[in-house]
């Protein structure tokens, strides 16, 4: 009798403790919140697409200036390039050289830009500052791959460049700075044109007689 009364209390503590472990077991495994997961409300980054210029899709930032993009030019980029150049056509040469200069801002070292800024530069006889310019354009045009649309010289030698969006092989902007700069250099040979002036020494104080 004593161990009949001595089974049953523990089949009643047995019963209690599993019927407190139940609820436990019961609730879903979800990892508490930070834990390898980010919160419900917080955004995801998007997914990285090289069409629509992402940083680490070919481009890099080089000394000197900022590059933006990756395969193919941010489109803010390339909207006012594409419009400058249709400005070039019509003759619009100071609306373009804002445009121009509106891409240039953004993308400090875009060979399209640059270029076209250049070209107009030879075009007001300032061939000093074309040579620059094309000397700058140069620096990263190997890395940008927007083919080039269409070409047309401004009342000059040098070329002016539109872009497409669309992915070359290599670089198709690259030989017609090259190209450019060679004709720019002649031609400061050919007119003598000397060199732009640098900085005017310091000013000294006048010395006083004695």
Known sequence: MRHTRKFMLTAMVLALALACAIPAFAQPM?????????????????????????????????????????????VDVYTPIRRGYGFVREGKYEAARHEFEIAAKLDELNPFALNNLAVLDERDGKLNDALAQFKDAAIHAAQYRDKVQQTCFVGGTC????????????????????????????????????????????????????
């Open 30 to 74: 979800n990892p508490a919140p930070g834990a390898n997961q980010a919160p419900l409300n917080q955004e995801q980054p998007a997914p990285m697409n090289p069409a629509q210029g992402t940083p680490g899709y070919g481009y890099k930032t080089g000394t000197g200036g900022t590059i933006r993009g990756g395969s193919l030019m941010p």
């Open 159 to 210: 070329m002016a460049v539109e872009p497409e969006r669309k992915l070359a092989a290599t670089s198709e902007i690259l030989p017609i700075i090259q190209e450019n700069i060679q004709k720019v250099e002649a031609k400061i040979a050919a007119t003598h044109t000397p060199p732009s002036p640098g900085s005017p020494p310091p000013m000294m104080p006048e010395t006083k007689g004695k």
